[in-house]
C-alpha cells in the first residue's frame, strides 16, 4: 500500500508525499504482462509464448507508467475527499519535482511530492434566526386590485336583455342587411351576429351606438367594425359564409344596415357568500375587505420569483462578506494553480482576482452549509427539475413524446445530470436559508422591483466576462 507523508507548510498550504514501493503495483505489473502475452499474436512467436522480455520491451513502459499512475491518483482522490478539510485548487507537484522515467526492467519505488492549498475549518455567520436581510414584497396598487375583484365578479355575473341605451360592456346582436348606395339591395345578403361594444373598431360607429337601444337601426362597413378582424375572419364569423360560400368566392358589399335585436348586459355578481366560496373557496372569505386583501396577496406572490433571486444574491454577498475575514485563502496557491492548469484564462482571472477569491469562498460556504444541513438529492427531484427546465425550453407547447425524449437524453449525459443536481443542491439551500434567517419585508413597487432585477442582470452579465472559479476539490457542490 502507497506510503502517505503529510507536512503543514503553514495552516493554508501542506505539501504531501506519496511513496509508491515496487511491492505496491509489481504483482499488477506481472498480470497485465501475462494478459498480453496470453491474449496477443505477435510475429515469430507462438501465441502464449512470447518472450517477456520482448513484452516488456513492447509494453512494459505504459504499462508501468499506467499502473503507478492510477495508484497515485486514487491516493490523491482519497486525500482530497477528506470533509475535514476545505481543499482548493488541485494538488500541483513540487516545484523541482523531477521527471520520472519508467523502466520496465528496473522496477524501483516511486516518490511523488505535491503543493496542496487549504482553508481552515469555519463555522458559516449569517445564517441564524438573529440574522436579518431584506426581502421586497411587491404593493399592488388599490385600483388593481379592484380591477381584479371587478374580473371575477364579471366572470360569476348573469347577461341579461337590457332596454336602455348602450353601453360600453354590452354584447349587441345585429340583424344585418347589405346596402346598395342607401337603399336596401335587392336580394342583398342578409347575416346576424354578436359583437362586444367595447370591439367595435370605428370610434364614430361606437360612439352613435352607445346613444341607442333595443330595435334601433344603425350604418356600417361590415369590414372595419371590428377591431382588428381580417376579411377571412368577417367572412366566416360576421358574414357567416359557409365553407361552399367561400370556395365558390361569394361576395358581399362593404355597406349594411342593421337593425339591434338585442342588448345583452352583463351583471357582476353580488359580493356575497355563495360568490366568496365559488371565488375563494367556501368558508375561506366572508366580506370584501377579507376579499381584497386576500386578492392583493395572490397578486403580490406572483413578484415572488424576482425578490427570491434577489434575497439569493444577497445571501451570496452578505454571507461572504460576513465569512471572508475567517476564510483565508492560499492565495499564491490558487495563482500557480491557475498559471498552470487554466494557462488560457489565467490573465483575465488573475486581473480579478478577488472577484475570483470571493467566487471560490461562496462555493466553499455552499459546500459547508450542503454538509451541515445533510442535503439528500433523490433521482425524482432531478427529473422534475429537467422537465420543469425543458418545458421552459418548448414554451409549454412540446408534445409529451417530444418531451421525454429530450430528457431521456439528458439523464444519460452525466455533466447535465450533475449540472440539474447542483441546481437542485442550490434550491434546497435558497429555500432553507430563507426559512432560517430574519426576513424584513420590504415595499416595493413593480417598477422599482424591475429596475432593481435589471441591474442585478446587468452585473450578472459583467461578471460573466471573469472566469468563474471551479468548486473546491473534495466538496464538489453535484456530488
Given at each position: 500500500m502507497p506510503k502517505v507523508v503529510r507536512e503543514d507548510i503553514d495552516n493554508l498550504n501542506e505539501v504531501v508525499t506519496v511513496t509508491i514501493e515496487k511491492e505496491d503495483y509489481q504483482s499488477k505489473f506481472k498480470e497485465e504482462l501475462k494478459k498480453i502475452r496470453?491474449?496477443?499474436?505477435?510475429?515469430?512467436?507462438?501465441?502464449?509464448?512470447?518472450p517477456d522480455s520482448f513484452i516488456k520491451k513492447m509494453y512494459g513502459k505504459g504499462i508501468l507508467g499506467d499502473l503507478v499512475t492510477k495508484m497515485l491518483q486514487e491516493e490523491l482522490t482519497e486525500i482530497m475527499s477528506n470533509e475535514k478539510v476545505n481543499y482548493v485548487g488541485q494538488p500541483l507537484p513540487t516545484e523541482g519535482h523531477a521527471t520520472i522515467d519508467f523502466d520496465a526492467n528496473d522496477l524501483e519505488d516511486y516518490e511523488f511530492s505535491f503543493n496542496i492549498g487549504k482553508v481552515p475549518d469555519f463555522e458559516v455567520k449569517g445564517?441564524?434566526?438573529?440574522?436579518?436581510?431584506?426581502?421586497?414584497?411587491?404593493?399592488?396598487?388599490?385600483?388593481?386590485?379592484?380591477?381584479?375583484?371587478?374580473?371575477?365578479?364579471?366572470?360569476?355575473?348573469?347577461?341579461?336583455?337590457?332596454?336602455?341605451?348602450?353601453?360600453?360592456?354590452?354584447?349587441?346582436t345585429l340583424n344585418a342587411s347589405e346596402l346598395d348606395g342607401d337603399a336596401l339591395k335587392e336580394d342583398g345578403w342578409k347575416t346576424t351576429f354578436s359583437i362586444l361594444v367595447e370591439r367595435i373598431g370605428d370610434e364614430g360607429l361606437k360612439k352613435e351606438i352607445l346613444g341607442k337601444k333595443k330595435g334601433d337601426k344603425v350604418r356600417f362597413n361590415i369590414y372595419s367594425i371590428e377591431k382588428n378582424s381580417e376579411p377571412s375572419y368577417v367572412k366566416k364569423y360576421l358574414l357567416n359564409f359557409t365553407e361552399a360560400d367561400i370556395e365558390e368566392g361569394t361576395e358581399t358589399g362593404e355597406e349594411y344596415e342593421a337593425t339591434i335585436d338585442n342588448v345583452g348586459r352583463l351583471v357582476p355578481a353580488e359580493l356575497n357568500q355563495e360568490f366568496f366560496d365559488q371565488v375563494f373557496g367556501e368558508g375561506e372569505i366572508t366580506s370584501e375587505a377579507e376579499a381584497k386583501e386576500s386578492l392583493r396577496k395572490n397578486m403580490g406572490a406572483q413578484f415572488d420569483g424576482g425578490a427570491d433571486s434577489l434575497l439569493y444574491r444577497d445571501f451570496r454577498k452578505k454571507l461572504v462578506e460576513l465569512n471572508k475575514p475567517h476564510m483565508p485563502l492560499p492565495d499564491d496557491f490558487i495563482k500557480r494553480w491557475l498559471k498552470e492548469t487554466r494557462?488560457?484564462?489565467?490573465g483575465n482571472i488573475l486581473e480579478n482576482y478577488d472577484d475570483y477569491a470571493d467566487d471560490m469562498r461562496w462555493s466553499l460556504l455552499k459546500?459547508?452549509?450542503?454538509?451541515?444541513?445533510?442535503?439528500?438529492?433523490?433521482?425524482?427531484?432531478?427529473l422534475d427539475l429537467a422537465r420543469q427546465r425543458v418545458a421552459g425550453y418548448f414554451g409549454g407547447y412540446a408534445q409529451p413524446e417530444l418531451m421525454n425524449s429530450v430528457i431521456e437524453r439528458i439523464m444519460k449525459d452525466p455533466d447535465q445530470v450533475n449540472s440539474f443536481a447542483s441546481d437542485v443542491l442550490a434550491n434546497k439551500l435558497f429555500f432553507k436559508l430563507k426559512e432560517t434567517v430574519k426576513l424584513k419585508e420590504v415595499p416595493v413597487t413593480e417598477g422599482e422591483l424591475d429596475e432593481k432585477l435589471k441591474a442585478m442582470e446587468e452585473e450578472f452579465e459583467a461578471s460573466r466576462a471573469k472566469a468563474a472559479p471551479a468548486p473546491a476539490i473534495g466538496e464538489e457542490e453535484e456530488e
Open positions: 496470453d491474449k496477443a499474436t505477435f510475429k515469430g512467436f507462438r501465441k502464449g509464448k512470447t445564517i441564524d434566526e438573529n440574522s436579518e436581510y431584506d426581502y421586497l414584497k411587491v404593493t399592488v396598487p388599490e385600483e388593481k386590485v379592484e380591477e381584479r375583484l371587478a374580473y371575477f365578479r364579471k366572470r360569476r355575473g348573469e347577461r341579461i336583455d337590457a332596454e336602455d341605451n348602450i353601453q360600453e360592456d354590452d354584447l349587441i494557462e488560457k484564462e489565467a459546500n459547508k452549509l450542503f454538509r451541515q444541513y445533510d442535503f439528500k438529492i433523490e433521482q425524482e427531484e432531478i
